[in-house]
């Protein structure tokens, strides 16, 4: 079969070229001629010089145009109109609504929230800084704030001994006999009882040192005689105690706590014998179940045994 005979091809029609197509490429090729005029234009002598002169020019005037708007703005603030506006805005009801919108709407706890995590930040690396370390040590080993410290516990144990010392003289001021210048048995007591604290403290101390040189030498036999030598030393350490302190002052460090003083006849000091035979007596009172001391409750002088013995007297020391 024949083929039949091929149509012939239509030339295509090119379509007309858009105008705005046009002027947008116009444009962009101008622009980079312009670009590229004005690289070429600084490598040409002499024209880097004068835009850098410009670029300068520019710079100053910037700033010129900046404190002129800063002292207009200023000149304009300190004007008295603005004086009469700014009294006039805080006398209106203004800021009494500016402060209670701020209650309303949680101002200020949306303000410390969002500072919150930012302090703790701070405040955290602020004591982990050394420089506060160094203050906070030179604070401490500061001679005012030794001073200060060591007076605060002077001034509590003062005012602890002040009160205990009152409550026991008006106690013991309920069973006074004609006079109030001698002590009674409260405030005795309580003395008595502080002595014996402190003396055991130091018959602890010395125990302890003679029981190191004991091991070290080697154990007393027999046991009998390791308690006996203990018990002559406690009450060589305790009489020694009482009559330094009697000696040396008229007074023990409990009977300064209260506030008492023992004397002699016509109120003289206790010499060592004197001192010694009270003590030896006062045990003697002691041992039948503080029958010696009875005597304190009924004479007008409140005297024990060891009193009457040693002719002294327990009087209040101002």
Not at 176 to 203: E, K, M, N, W, Y
Request: proline fraction near 7%.
């Amino acid at each position: 079969m024949d083929e039949a005979p091929s149509e012939p091809r239509r030339p295509r029609k090119r379509s007309a070229p858009a105008t705005d197509d046009a002027a947008l490429g116009l444009f962009v090729a101008s622009a980079r001629l312009a670009r590229a005029a004005s690289r070429l234009l600084t490598y040409a002598p002499g024209v880097n010089p004068l835009l850098e002169r410009s670029a300068a020019t520019g710079r100053a005037a910037r700033e010129r145009g900046r404190e002129r708007i800063e002292s207009a703005a200023q000149s304009a603030l300190a004007a008295p109109e603005v004086g009469r506006l700014v009294d006039g805005a805080l006398a209106s009801p203004l800021p009494e609504r500016v402060a209670r919108a701020s209650i309303e709407h949680h101002v200020g706890d949306r303000v410390v929230a969002e500072l919150e995590p930012e302090r703790a930040r701070l405040l955290e690396q602020v004591l982990d800084s050394p420089e506060f370390e160094q203050a906070l040590e030179r604070a401490l080993s500061s001679p005012k704030v030794r001073e200060a410290i060591a007076k605060q516990t002077t001034s509590l144990a003062d005012e602890v001994a002040a009160n205990l010392r009152g409550r026991v003289v008006a106690f013991d001021q309920r069973f006074a006999r004609p006079s109030l210048r001698f002590a009674g048995v409260p405030s005795r007591t309580v003395a008595f009882v502080v002595d014996i604290v402190l003396a055991q403290l130091i018959f602890i101390v010395v125990a302890a040192v003679a029981g190191l040189i004991a091991e070290l030498v080697g154990d007393l036999r027999p046991a009998w005689l390791f308690g006996t030598l203990a018990g002559v030393g406690w009450t060589l350490l305790v009489g020694g105690y009482f009559i330094f302190f009697w000696t040396l002052g008229g007074q023990t460090p409990g009977m300064r706590l209260m506030r008492l003083r023992v004397v002699g006849p016509a109120g003289s000091p206790l010499g060592f014998g004197r001192a010694l035979l009270r003590f030896v007596t006062l045990l003697i009172a002691i041992v039948p179940m503080f029958l010696g001391l009875a005597p304190i409750l009924f004479d007008d002088r409140r005297r024990g045994l060891q009193d009457f013995v040693a002719r002294t007297e327990v009087l209040y020391s101002p």
